[in-house]
């Protein structure tokens, strides 16, 4: 018995209308576990690179070894950064949340570092003989003029992270890459290819929202383009 023409579902086809209406909700929940593994991630991910790339910063023997580090943590396959991280956080969203932190490192780190580096010393100097302190320093000049390196590393983290928790389907908390996964075992296409589609599009989406942000923090870039 041959599947109904109008029958999409049944013919296991890769673009299949049928599909999206029949699991919206498990479509929803599965993208919004996606952004919320991403987003954690990337965000402790800066709150742990700003103090390093300081630090590499401020003291030149520390470089060496910070970008040396966070480097190797970045070669580790993710399976097997998952196996090693698995005895301490266990089968869980936290499994996968601390891989991406880890990977994010590298890229957040090396862009921050750049990017205060780049801060011209002329523009430092005139800063200290109108009174800034260290803290006013940082926060008020050197930061806001690194801003545009720290998000360019912030935009290739963001994206990765977006790849990389499928990865996290493996415990069972990949988001979309649960679907995927699932649906590579039944050879689901049509779950496939809609689930991957989706990850695109939270990464483009991604990318967009950071790039905007970065226009409207930095306008003086604006004017100079």
């Excluded at 049928?18 to 593994?37: D, M, P, T």
């Excluded at 103090?51 to 590499?56: H, N, S």
């Excluded at 100097?125 to 930061?143: F, K, T």
Aim: aromatic share 6%.
């Amino acid at each position: 018995m041959t599947a109904p023409p109008d029958d999409c579902l049944a013919r296991n086809e890769w673009v299949c209308g049928a599909y999206l209406s029949s699991r919206r909700h498990i479509l929803w929940e599965a993208a919004l576990q996606h952004v919320q593994l991403t987003a954690v991630a990337v965000l402790i991910g800066l709150a742990l690179a700003l103090p390093l790339a300081l630090v590499a910063r401020s003291r030149r023997w520390a470089a060496g070894p910070v970008l040396g580090v966070t480097t190797i943590l970045y070669t580790i396959p993710s399976l097997a950064m998952f196996s090693l991280l698995l005895p301490v956080y266990g089968l869980s969203a936290s499994l996968v949340v601390a891989g991406l932190v880890l990977y994010s490192l590298t890229l957040l780190v090396r862009n921050i570092l750049a990017g205060l580096r780049a801060v011209p010393e002329d523009t430092r100097q005139a800063a200290r003989g109108m009174g800034y302190g260290p803290v006013r320093l940082l926060v008020a000049v050197e930061l806001p003029l690194a801003l545009p390196a720290a998000m360019a590393g912030l935009r290739i983290a963001t994206v990765s992270a977006v790849s990389l928790v499928t990865i996290g389907a493996i415990v069972g908390y990949g988001g979309l890459g649960n679907l995927i996964y699932a649906g590579m075992n039944t050879y689901f296409k049509a779950q496939v290819l809609t689930a991957s589609v989706l990850c695109v599009v939270i990464a483009v989406a991604a990318d967009l929202l950071l790039l905007l942000l970065q226009r409207l923090l930095t306008p003086w870039t604006r004017s100079r383009s």
